[in-house]
């Protein structure tokens, strides 16, 4: 996550959005409901953050995480953007899953 915090920080969303598992059973929960799949989420990620501008400056407190299986583990935190149009923030909870030996986002419910 230290890496995501990092690319998001530089402005690329493409780089952040390496974390999560490239296939169409990806699913993010946000506000507006359910969005099935990587491509799908990346380009509601670039819709609503066109720049660095709205994409200000992330920052992630971990709140827990637990390893759920030997290749499951969740995660429950905080993120925040600091930004010039008005700061944001909310909760988030992961579901990870070890795929080809690679810790991967498969579900990702944030409010």
Same mark, same amino acid.
Not at 31 to 47: C, D, E, R, V
């Given at each position: 996550m230290q890496e995501q915090i990092v690319c998001w920080n530089n402005g690329n969303i493409d780089c952040f959005m390496q974390a999560y598992w490239k296939s169409d059973d990806l699913k993010f929960i @946000? %506000?507006?409901g359910i969005t099935y799949g990587w491509s799908?989420? !990346?380009a509601n990620y670039k819709k609503n953050y066109p720049d660095k501008i709205y994409m200000g400056n992330l920052k992630f407190d #971990? #709140?827990?995480?637990?390893k759920v @299986? !030997?290749?499951?583990? $969740? $995660? #429950?935190g905080a993120w925040n953007l600091d930004r010039e149009v008005g700061n944001i923030g909310g909760y988030f909870s992961l579901v990870w %899953?070890? #795929?080809d030996n690679q810790w991967l986002i498969v579900s990702d419910h944030s409010s």
């Amino acid at each position: 996550m230290q890496e995501q915090i990092v690319c998001w920080n530089n402005g690329n969303i493409d780089c952040f959005m390496q974390a999560y598992w490239k296939s169409d059973d990806l699913k993010f929960i @946000g %506000k507006s409901g359910i969005t099935y799949g990587w491509s799908a989420t !990346l380009a509601n990620y670039k819709k609503n953050y066109p720049d660095k501008i709205y994409m200000g400056n992330l920052k992630f407190d #971990i #709140i827990h995480m637990e390893k759920v @299986g !030997l290749n499951a583990m $969740t $995660t #429950i935190g905080a993120w925040n953007l600091d930004r010039e149009v008005g700061n944001i923030g909310g909760y988030f909870s992961l579901v990870w %899953k070890r #795929i080809d030996n690679q810790w991967l986002i498969v579900s990702d419910h944030s409010s």
